[in-house]
């Protein structure tokens, strides 16, 4: 069994590496459109941050997934579990926060406007 621990080790690793990589990546690409891409000096700064935003909740996704394949499948002690609680408890906050903040409303209300008429069921 001690081989499976190790792979679910390696994996929760890469899985932390590729998160750290979607935050560093989502930055550099937002970093560069505002300097290349830039259509309006007003708007620039808005998107920017939605942009980084974006790399920073895809990130979490990958962080999260990354702490419950190890804590999960590798240390299933209670004290690990409730550890692996808070952490997506603080990542599930940030993420919330995150999403109002770039969409301007909640994750559960409809999106309002032109762009959402064509999703209503």
């Known amino acids: 069994m001690s081989w499976f621990n190790e792979v679910a080790e390696f994996v929760g690793l890469l899985f932390d590496g590729l998160g750290v990589l979607v935050i560093v990546l989502g930055t550099l690409l937002a970093t560069a459109r505002v300097l290349f891409f830039r259509r309006q000096a007003s708007d620039g700064y808005r998107q920017f941050r939605q942009d980084i935003g974006r790399g920073i909740l895809l990130g979490l996704e990958f962080l999260v997934a990354a702490d ?54």
């Open 68 to 121: 419950i394949i190890r804590t999960v499948a590798v240390a299933p002690t209670l004290e690990g579990v409730l550890v692996l609680g808070l952490i997506v408890l603080i990542r599930t906050f940030l993420s919330t926060a995150l999403q109002v903040e770039l969409e301007g409303r909640w994750p559960w209300q409809r999106a309002t406007g032109p762009a959402s008429e064509g999703r209503e069921s």
